[in-house]
Structure formats: C-alpha cells, structure tokens
C-alpha cells in the first residue's frame, strides 16, 4: 500500500507540472496536441480538468486505504502489547503466590 501511494504522489506531481507547463504556454498546445482549432484547445482544458479531478479522487481513496491500513496495524500491536501485558502479570501473580506458599512451607517445617 506504500508503494501504490508513493507511486501515485509521483503521477500526480507529473500531472500537475504537466499541466502548468501547458497552461504558461512553456509547452505549446497546439503543437503538442496537434490542434488547431480554438474549440479543441477548449475540449483539452476540459480533459484535463477531467483528468485532474479523476486522479484528485484516486489520489483520496487510496490515501484513505493507507491510513486506515496503518490504524488497523497499530490497533493489532496494542492488542498485542496488552495480551503481553496481562501475560507478564499473570506469571508475576503466580511467582508472588508461589512465593508465599513456600515461605510458610519453610515456616512451619521450623517450627
């Protein structure tokens, strides 16, 4: 999910350079496009308008998939950290009872 994200920042960083160079005139529409026609540079403003807001709402979901994957992750870790928790008390409880138990064995075997 990483790499789809880091990939995707990288075609959207191209799209939007592209397209500012396309919009300063840096690259020439008409040459690039092979257009001539007003109407057609129009239509090409549209498509990439169109493209931009396509690529907007992929570049959001999967931004979404990837927080939600890392929230899930660190949710699976603290439930890890917790059952590794009441594992360590647990075994402490049992050493502690343990404990005592023997010291009035001893006790009593003094005695």
Do not use: W
Not at 61 to 87: F, G, M, P
Not at 90 to 110: D, G, I, L
């Amino acid at each position: 999910m990483k790499v789809l994200k880091a990939v995707l920042d990288v075609v959207v960083l191209a799209y939007f350079v592209f397209t500012i160079f396309l919009l300063t005139s840096v690259i020439e529409v008409e040459a690039m496009f092979e257009v001539s026609a007003g109407t057609e540079v129009l239509d090409i403003y549209k498509m990439l308008v169109a493209g931009s807001a396509g690529l907007m709402l992929v570049k959001l979901l999967v931004t979404n998939l990837y927080i939600a994957d890392i929230s899930r992750a660190q949710h699976l870790a603290q439930l890890k950290i917790n059952n590794l928790k009441a594992d360590l008390y647990e075994k402490r409880q049992a050493f502690r009872s343990n404990s005592y138990k023997q010291a009035r064995v001893e006790e009593t075997e003094a005695a």
